[in-house]
Nanobody, 128 residues
Framework: QVQLVESGGGSVQSGGSLRLSCLDT????????IAWFRQAPGKEREGVSC????????YYAPSVKGRFAASRDKAKYTAYLQMDSLKPDDTAVYYC?????????????????????WGQGTQVTVSS
């Protein structure tokens, strides 16, 4: 059984919006930073966004900054990724992941190796 479950993916046209959700099904990741990653066919896994567990500080990859916004509602055990002004290059499987260390905040980058709990992913497809 997976602990993190992503939802909200789908197909949209260029310029459209989607809101992804990441549910902690075990309700025990409130002390861990949550990040979003994506992987497109033929490309490496890319860190998209990070939201620090302690103060909510966020980090965004340059490719999505200004278009994506991460948030978190701990009372609902859910993290979100609002994606606006979507581009075809945003097409990928999007994953949420939890930091392996409690209370560690986001860095200037989003290293995949810092995260050890992963969801199954949700497909986002953006057409021209």
């Amino acid at each position: 059984q997976v602990q993190l479950v992503e939802s909200g993916g789908g197909s949209v046209q260029s310029g459209g919006s989607l809101r992804l959700s990441c549910l902690d099904t075990r309700f025990d990741l409130s002390e861990r930073t949550i990040a979003w990653f994506r992987q497109a066919p033929g490309k490496e896994r890319e860190g998209v966004s990070c939201i620090s567990v302690s103060d909510g500080r966020t980090y965004y990859a340059p490719s999505v900054k200004g278009r994506f916004a991460a948030s978190r509602d701990k009372a609902k055990y859910t993290a979100y990724l609002q994606m606006d002004s979507l581009k075809p290059d945003d097409t990928a499987v999007y994953y949420c992941a939890a930091d392996s260390i409690r209370f560690r905040g986001c860095l200037a980058t989003i290293p995949p190796d810092d995260f050890n709990i992963w969801g199954q992913g949700t497909q986002v497809t953006v057409s021209s």
